[in-house]
């Protein structure tokens, strides 16, 4: 599904992704993670075409995806919720979403006026329902609770019907209940099937709870890679990362 060969980007001398290769089969559930600098987001950046590599090949069902723009790519099928949901904040849910489905961008440089097309709100709550914020419909983006826009942020990836997700940080500043309430939410949209999910993700409780493989990056490079189990008692892993996140912790 999501094939990442020999990926590499620096930027001046700051080597920020270093030779990193990458399966992510179709319809999994993976999780990236690794210390602060380890070079996640850039890997995302480089997925997503936010950035392009200094070499490497990025392969989607077998097409190789590098020198695309972002918007080719999210057309292409990758979509991306980032770790600030990125919103219309004068628009209501419906709207930002019946914009993105309108916009050959997928978020729109012109929402103002009526959306005329049925289907654009027929698909609309659709992901809406999926995700729980078909109460909140009306209700202008900028008002929403940080939950909810994290929610409607992954919503405006999803109603482009992706066959990649791409979560950065899914419960990053949520309360204890909002984080259980957003990655249950996650697994269901992955347990439906048809999704491919990769999350980068600081909170190791929910990253080993829910992710079938783990891929850890430390200084631009692959680490490790394995079930959550493998990882979790991996004595490399710990002592790059594991261990010093319980003893910052303590």
Known sequence: MLKVENLCKSFGGVVATNDVSIEFPR??????????????????????????????????????IVGKSSAQIVHMGIGRAF???????????????????????????SLAGRFPLASTRDRAYEVMNQLGLTPKANVVSGVLSHGDQKLLDMALALVLSPKVLLLDEPVAGMGPDEREQMMETV????????????????DMEIVFKVSQNIHVLSYGKVLAEGTPDQIRKNPVVIEAYLGSAKESAA
Do not use: M, Y
């Open 187 to 202: 697994h269901g949209l992955w347990k439906k099937g048809g999704l491919t999910i990769v999350l980068i993700e600081h």
């Open 27 to 64: 319809e999994s559930l993976c999780a990236v993670i690794g210390p602060n600098g380890a070079g996640k987001t850039t890997f995302f950046n480089l997925i997503s075409g936010a950035l392009q590599p200094d070499s490497g090949r990025i392969l989607l069902d077998g097409q190789d």
């Open 83 to 109: 770790q600030v949901a990125k919103l219309f904040k004068s628009l209501t849910v419906e709207q930002s979403l019946r914009g993105a489905l309108l916009s050959p961008l997928g978020k729109s440089a």
